[in-house]
């Protein structure tokens, strides 16, 4: 089936510092539920994924820590068996990264969207 895939990638560290290699997985897991719980509460609409702890790379001006910094990405895919909405799903994607992005006083986050062939074995 078709369906959309989202990649949403962002820092939990505020500000750009040489500082930024630690952040607790769990936490950041639970900070999503309570998002992704709200979301659907108000939308019926459930933003479901994995999330993948990763390092960004940026330019050592900008005070990249050794290594990079630590950040995540947050990323499914919609399921027509759940939503048949695709802009009312991507409008929800939307929202998460904005309660991430004040949850963890971003200056940007980071979304992709791609069409994508679904295959839902149950």
């Given amino acids: ?8 990638t962002f820092g939990v560290n505020e500000g750009f510092s040489k500082n930024n290699t630690e952040a607790n997985k769990l936490e ?11 979301i659907e509460d108000e939308t019926n609409i459930y933003v479901s994924g994995v ?24 990323m499914g895919d919609r399921n027509n068996n759940f939503c ?12 998460l990264a904005k309660m991430i992005k004040e ?3 971003q200056e ?8 994508s062939n679904l295959v ?3």
């Fill in 120 to 122: 839902y074995i149950d």
């Fill in 108 to 115: 940007e986050i980071i979304i992709s969207f791609t069409n």
């Fill in 103 to 105: 949850e963890y006083k």
């Fill in 84 to 95: 048949n909405d695709d802009e009312k799903y991507r409008e929800c994607v939307i929202r």
């Fill in 28 to 38: 950041v897991g639970e900070k999503i539920k309570e998002f992704i719980k709200q």
């Fill in 51 to 74: 999330l993948i702890k990763n390092s960004a790379i940026y330019k050592n001006e900008w005070q990249c820590p050794y290594g990079g910094e630590v950040t995540f990405t947050y």
């Fill in 1 to 8: 089936m078709q369906s959309t895939h989202y990649f949403l």
